[in-house]
C-alpha cells in the first residue's frame, strides 16, 4: 500500500528546508512515499495521505508563503491528517519547553484540526539575507540551533501516527 505524504515548507535562508527535509528523509525510511516542496510551488494537495506544514518564524508570524498554502488548501488539509512547525528560536528553549503558538499558526489550527505542531530551534548566519538578520547576526545573537535528531524524532511518531491511522485502520 502507498501512502503519500506532502511535505511542503516555507523558508527565507535555507534552514527551514533543512529541517523539512530532515522530516522527507525519516518518513522514506519509514515506508512511506515523500513529496518535498517549497509551500509556493504546490498547486494541489487532493494526491496526498497527509500533509507536513513547515514555517520560519519572523517577527512572531509564519512566513507568507507558509500562511497563503495553508489558506488555499484549508479544505484539503482539514480532510486529512496534518501536522505543523515552526523553526525560529535562537537559543536552546526549543529543546528545553513548548514554546508558545503564534497567533497566526493557533488560527490555522482551528480552522483544519491538525494532529500536531512542533517548534524547532533555528538557525541565523552572517550570509542571512536582510538588514535585521545582519544586525541579530552582528550583535552575538545568530547561531544555529536546529536539532536534527530531535527534528527526525518527531517525524517517526508522525510515521507510527499515520501507520494507525492509515494502514491499521485500511486493513480492518
Ligand atoms: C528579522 C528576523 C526576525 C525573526 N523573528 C523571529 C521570531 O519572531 N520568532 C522566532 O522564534 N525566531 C525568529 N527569527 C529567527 C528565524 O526564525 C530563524 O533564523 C529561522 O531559522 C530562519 O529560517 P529560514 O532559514 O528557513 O528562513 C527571526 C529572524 C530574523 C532574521
Redo the contacts with the bound molecule.
Sequence with gaps: MTIKVLIAYA???????ELARTVARTLDKEGFVTDLRPAADVLDTEMYDAVVLGS?????RWLKDARRFAARHRTALAARPVWLFS????DATANERDIPLVAGVRRIQARIDDRGHATFG???TAD?E?R??RM?VDSGKGGDFRDFAATAAWAREIAADLYRLLVVARED
Aim: proline content about 4%.
Design positions: 523558508s527565507k535562508n535555507g534552514s527551514t528546508e520560519a518564524l519572523y517577527t512572531g523553526s525560529g528560536p535562537l533555528g538557525c541565523l542571512a536582510g535585521m538578520a541579530i
